[in-house]
């Protein structure tokens, strides 16, 4: 069997007490929980539009249906504000303002009624999804650490709904977005030639 690689982190010598380290890594949780609460509430303003935007009535209702989830991940981090003693405060997310521009730039960009469009939609989501996985992983595990059992299982509920938003949108992808999105384009070929 392999050698277990586990390493214990090495640091340079700093000179903080037990309880220091404590409150500054909890006050980057929060932090990142701010970060996360923005990101969650641009996406409720964001997602109808790319509901709009969507050619299939599949991705149009994913899009909505995520939608009614993303609200309740908004409200249950509400909830992990008030387990800290803390009011909902957002901290803009660049990162998600980004990914949800490149959104609205890929709507510029397609035409509106084909299935390229939708690919391209998909793949854009699944952008967001990622970042989402990303942050919600991330304070999961930090929460664990912080010893708040009860924070991290929320935060553990909204990471599984991402996951299963992913997976949702690679099957749109396979069944038969992409498909009908690549005939589409040999349609083109075809008509150009
Ligand atoms: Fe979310």
């Not at 037990?18 to 996406?43: G, T, V």
């Not at 084909?114 to 930090?142: F, N, P, V």
Request: glycine residues 6%; hydrophobic residues 35%.
């Amino acid at each position: 069997m392999a050698k277990s690689t586990k390493k214990t982190a090495s640091k340079k010598e700093v000179s903080y007490t037990k309880e220091e380290n404590q409150n500054m890594l909890q006050e980057f949780f929060l932090d990142e929980l701010r970060d996360i609460y923005w990101a969650e509430k641009h996406l409720v303003k964001s997602l109808p539009k790319f509901q709009k935007a969507a050619t299939s009535e599949e991705l149009a209702g994913a899009f909505e249906e995520h939608l009614a989830v993303t609200e309740e991940q908004v409200a249950r981090l509400e909830q992990v504000f008030e387990l800290l003693g803390e009011k909902p405060r957002g901290k803009k997310c660049e990162a998600m303002e980004g990914l949800v521009k490149e959104g609205e730039s890929i709507i510029k960009d397609t035409e509106a009624g084909t299935s390229t469009r939708d690919a391209a939609l998909i793949i854009s989501a699944q952008k967001i999804e990622h970042y989402e996985i990303a942050a919600y992983g991330g304070l999961c595990t930090l929460a664990k650490t912080l010893g708040t059992e009860e924070i991290a299982e929320i935060l553990g509920e909204t990471l599984e709904e991402e996951k299963e938003t992913d997976e949702l949108l690679t099957e749109l992808a396979e069944n038969n977005i992409n498909e009908v999105a690549a005939m589409e384009d040999e349609e083109e070929v075809e008509e150009e030639n």
